[in-house]
């Protein structure tokens, strides 16, 4: 595992996330993690690409050869998470284990804190 800012990704994460941007079908600076407010908890994930750095907002990590960028505001609701890519039966996708959430929807995609 690798870990930046608090912020940790599995092995798997890493690989799945450097396909993504490898796929992303035009030019892109990296990954971008974050949170935004709403979904059913009241705050959910992001995951989109980065198509610029916004140097007075982002914070940008190499994991091993994967660029990841993450705002600033969003690094204080990830600190200490996981980024796992889980696959199943039924689906498949990012996963954070996060120790700030205190509770979820069930999907994983909403979260909401203390």
């Known amino acids: 595992m690798s870990e930046a800012e608090g912020i940790t990704l599995t092995p798997q994460a890493i690989e799945m996330g450097k396909r993504k941007v490898a796929d992303a079908g035009e030019p892109v600076a990296g990954l971008r993690l974050g949170i935004k407010g709403g979904g059913c ?4 994930y992001v995951y989109d690409f980065a198509k610029k750095i916004r140097p007075d ?3 940008v990590f190499d994991f091993d050869g994967l660029t990841v960028v993450v ?3 969003s690094i204080e609701f990830l ?8 696959q199943g039966l039924m689906s498949y996708g990012f996963k954070w284990k996060n120790p700030n959430a205190t509770g979820d929807c069930g999907c994983g995609q909403s979260f909401e804190v203390g």
């Open 57 to 59: 907002k982002d914070l």
């Open 79 to 86: 600190k200490g998470a996981v980024l796992d890519w889980e």
């Open 41 to 44: 908890s009241g705050y959910y």
């Open 71 to 73: 705002d600033n505001r």
